[in-house]
């Protein structure tokens, strides 16, 4: 690959573009229209400054002039900003509110431009000056001394007085470095200090010492008395070595020619960022680390391995890896998405096309030692023992395709395959050496071009794109662009002759109504993000140069829309072929590919989230003519695709559903061919995981891969997330179609057929409900009936079901019912039956259907009022029947104007009083009468309701115990009779003494019968306790006064005894309302003191207070 190795990094040009907020106004000599070209000299040195350390230079050389030196040493500081950049900021946008100088580059780059550097001096390899932060916001004006050496056009070891902490350099390092860059010609240069040196004679050279060491004696003298011991001593090791070394005089041969990285402060970060990972921010540096990787690996920047072994280190030393691996647990998301970074950016660096074997031997060795770490997370997110069966990164190689089943596949086993593959093939070669590589006359073998003579690679497609990534991340961006063209020609051969066999398997797959998947492994979602590495490579191609690009923006305001253009693919003049419709050929591929569900959340997850980022990608593609023909064709092709297709036919249970794709495709579509649209949307609606059992396939077509057993019931724990998007993609059809009567009734059949959640077909009835109707605007009746029938199709679906959302989804449809209209309303309520409960029938479609503020909406007449309020009284007529225990109420309200009605519903409750009602309804029912006038009815209602009571001598609290003396109450106003009448349902169902003694004391206390009410005279006399119905209620009450005391001396403590004395006190009370109560409850009183003698202290107490 010699081609490769001499040609320079495609980032490695001059800097013409601005520099954060702070704008850079240098542009770099000789981009002028008119400019002086280089002497030899200096085009010499350039080459001798870059390639070869100045010793070699010196060892090659016996003497060498100094202005040639002095040109070596000139062109030796490293000339591109962007080096600069790459080494004082990380690839992040700073959060809002921080501050813009706290990114280093920005900061050196402001500091250059109010002039805060002085005193710059370049002494060999060796720079240094000064600068100066001027006074701000109560801080003094700071100066610091800073120092570059540099080798190579490298800079290897900087120091400055600010203490910087940090991976990158300080803003100080920068100002300095720009400094020398942009005004090199302003900069005093001296050659090496040892040059100096040699042309002094002893005292100069004196002078020269006793004078440095005035001038920092209280720094230097310790050691300058130490060297001088040395040197006086002949035995001494400084003795032993010939000449002295020079930190001015450059590299020597043996040292690497590498840029300075903190190491130390790479580990530290690192290891800092990872503790606090939970947090959005940490997370975010961390990939900026890994991109800024990649950023140095796109330069041919030896530490861009490096710094990838650091941070690979630290992550390894995570104590959370031990922690989830014994308790079985997945890692966190954005956990598992840094290791996935780490383990792809390994499979860059390892298929690095310029890597010496010895470095590869070096990372294989790292690798492998991870690896069998016990805590190395594995890639599919689990810790358990399953083996994920995914196809291995050499499968392509493999002529058996075998799995890897024995093999825990880590992070990093796709990196440790990637080691076993080389670019030594001919074929490969040449296709990214050259773009006039065909084979037009056919004297090649066949099998490596297409009919039109473009070279094939035939190799396993997520390897095949691993090369492209590998390519594009070390700076061969034109090789990795052809053999992105290479591989997209060959996925497009295998389509054409997949599409070739399905055609005539059709009929059998299509009657046999199942089929199995196609590809063994999804490209979306897959570890190695081929679709992705594709797109990205070929839309770069035709990316337009801004000529007001930034090295670095921290102002998120900054971040552009990437413009591009059809930049045409060479060889393919006659097609009109461009690398901007390739990448959406590709992309559509990919997203359009059949592909099996993985097992595991995490894989599931990525699945999703690698799908989101393509349809981003291609989101942001401006279409043209040409973009639309690919458009068009694709999606003809995916729906005539078959099993290769995720919108086949016939698709597997278990692939991957195509909602969030064909919502994109939906959109793109639209404007231009709407028919199409529709249709590759609804063939995506489908969601047959969901769908019933499918019988298993026959494995008799060699073509296709049978998996899974079907029988099975998948585990698909993003099975929410793909139904909000299918509901999302229903949503969008929707709307499209507003006012298309033909599409909304295809649309609708395909929700309902297709859409198994009642909530998510709920927000899509809300949704087409609220665009049916716009504020200000008539509304959209057909839309608004699509609305209405997805409505009734949740109340169908949960009739039966419990939902906590369903009272709401009632009231939400009956007022869609009511801006469709009086025939809506009347429909909901004539089926009632198969949508509602009797109880949501009657208290909230049938009241509200009647309620005034239905009849202003609609603006009804009289007879369209009288239709609903029959249609009303019928609907709770008929609940009444079915429920009468929580129907019964609301049917009487809404039959009190007719008096039929009225009297139906009435009976219907007499009906089901004894058998179907509670004591509580009836009482409701019971007030509910006498509000409205109807005391005897009440009465009625009151009796029953105690017919069904039952209070316990200890239940003196009892819901019930208002409403008994409300029915009493009542039944003492109405007159004696009916007094007598309900005295022994009363003593029947009350054995509680104090209730029975307030009711006693209610009814003595006025006369019988009620003022103004026929037949019920109020007689004047107060009712004696002597003769009925007030005896028996007397005798009741002593009796249930008598068994309550001894229930509670049974297990009474001494902290009760003094409410027990006060409930004596209150039974002597009733005892004294009989003729010969005092006597009665003397021997009541005896005879507690002779059974319970053994309770000394509250018999005690009982004779205190009763004798």
Known sequence: MADMRGEPPAAKRPCLGHCGPARAAHTKPGHGRFHKPDSLLDISAKKVAEKWPFEQVE??????????????????????????????SLSYQCQEGEKDGEVPFN???????????????????????????????????????????????????????????????????????????????????????????????????????????????????PTAQKLADEILSSCSEINQVHGAPDPTAGASIDDVNCWHLDEQQVQEQVKVLLSISGYYGASKQLHSMFAKVREMLRMRDSNGARMLTLMTEQFMEDPRLSLWRQQGTGMTDKCRELWDELGALWVCVVLNPHCKQDEK????????????????????????????????????????????????RTVFVRAIEACGLDWKDCHLRKIISSDNYTN???????????????????????????????????????????????????????????????????????QKGVTAIAN?????????????????????????????????????????????????????????ESYYALALEVA????????????????????????????????????????????????????????????????????????????????????????LAYKVSLRAMRLPVLESMAPAADGSHPHLVALVDPSRYPRWFILGHLETQQCELASTMLTAAKGDPKWLRVVLESIQQNIHSPSLIYKLAQDACKTATPPNCAPDITLLNVSLELGLQVMRMTLSTMNWRRREMVRWLVSCATEVGVCALMNIMQNWYSLFTPTEATTIVAATVTSHATVLRLSLDYSQREELDSCARTVALQCTMKDPQNCALSALNLCEKNHVAFETAYQIVLDSASTGMSYSHLFTIAHYMEHRGFPIRAYKMAS??????????????????????????????????????????????????????????????SAPG???????????????????????????????????????????????????????????ETFLMAQDGHIQFTQFIDNLKQTYKGKKKLMMLVRERFG
Not at 374 to 399: F, K, M, R, W
């Open 361 to 408: 031997a070096g990372w294989v060795e790292l690798l492998k030692k991870w690896n069998n770490m016990d805590v190395c997370p594995q890639e599919d997110g689990n810790y358990g023992n399953h083996v994920n069966e995914t196809l291995s990164i050499t499968a392509g190689l493999q002529h058996n395709s075998n799995r890897n089943q024995g093999l825990r």
């Open 107 to 221: 900061k050196g780059l402001r500091l250059l431009e109010t002039g805060a550097i002085e005193r710059v001096l370049q002494v060999g390899f060796h720079l240094s000056g000064t600068v100066t932060e001027i006074a701000s916001q109560g801080e003094p004006e700071k100066t610091y001394k800073v120092a570059i050496s540099f080798d190579r056009c490298k800079i290897t070891s900087v120091t400055c007085g600010c203490g910087n902490k940090d991976i990158f350099y300080c803003g100080h390092v920068v100002a300095l470095s720009l400094y020398r860059i942009r005004k090199a010609q302003q900069v005093e240069l001296r050659l090496p200090i040892s040059e100096t040196l040699s042309q002094m004679n002893r005292d100069q050279l004196q002078k020269f010492v006793q004078y440095l060491i005035t001038a920092h004696h209280t720094e230097v003298l």
């Open 588 to 675: 559509l591929i990919g997203l359009g590919q059949q592909r099996l569900m993985p097992e595991g959340l995490y894989a599931q997850d990525k699945v999703c989230r690698n799908e989101e980022q393509l349809v981003s990608m291609l989101s942001q593609m401006e279409f043209d003519e040409r973009l639309v023909q690919v458009l068009r064709k694709q999606a003809v092709l995916l729906l005539e695709g078959g099993p290769f297709s995720g919108m086949g036919e016939v698709v597997h249970r278990e692939s991957v559903p195509m909602h969030t794709f064909a919502r994109y495709l939906f959109k793109a579509l639209l404007l231009h061919d709407p028919d």
């Open 59 to 88: 060892e090659r050389f016996s003497r060498i002039p100094e202005p040639v030196q002095r040109r070596i040493i000139f062109w030796s500081f490293p000339r591109n900003e962007r080096e600069i950049c790459m080494y004082s």
């Open 944 to 1005: 029953l309701a105690l017919s069904h009571l039952s209070v316990a001598y200890n239940q003196d609290t009892h819901p019930a115990i208002t409403d008994v003396l409300w029915a009493c109450s009542l039944s003492h106003s109405l007159g004696k009779n009916e007094l007598a009448a309900i005295v022994p349902l009363v003593i029947k169902s009350v054995q509680c003494a104090p209730v029975l003694s307030d009711i006693l004391r209610r009814c003595t206390m």
């Open 440 to 510: 037009q006359w056919g004297d090649g073998d066949r099998s490596l071009f297409d009919s039109q003579g473009r070279p094939l690679w035939l190799e396993h497609v997520p390897t095949a794109c691993a090369r492209v990534d590998a390519l594009r991340s070390h700076g061969y961006p034109r090789e990795s662009l052809r053999l992105a063209v290479a591989i997209v020609n060959t996925i497009r051969l295998q389509k054409r002759r997949q599409l070739e066999t399905y055609k005539h398997q059709k009929k059998e797959l299509l």
């Open 520 to 576: 063994q492994e999804g490209w979306v979602g897959h570890p190695l993000d081929p679709i992705g590495c594709l797109c990205r490579t070929l839309l770069e191609a035709c990316k337009m140069d801004d000529e007001s690009s930034v090295l670095f923006t921290d102002s998120i305001n900054d971040i552009r829309k990437p413009i591009y253009q059809h930049f045409p693919v060479p060889g393919s003049s006659n097609t009109g």
């Open 1010 to 1068: 009620l003022p103004g009410v026929p037949g019920r005279r109020n007689s004047g006399k107060l009712m004696s306790t002597e003769k009925a119905p007030l005896c028996q209620l007397l005798n009741a009450t002593i009796d249930a006064y008598v068994s309550t005391t001894h229930s509670r001396l049974t297990h009474i403590s001494p902290r009760h005894y003094g409410e027990f004395i006060e409930f004596l006190s209150k039974a002597r």
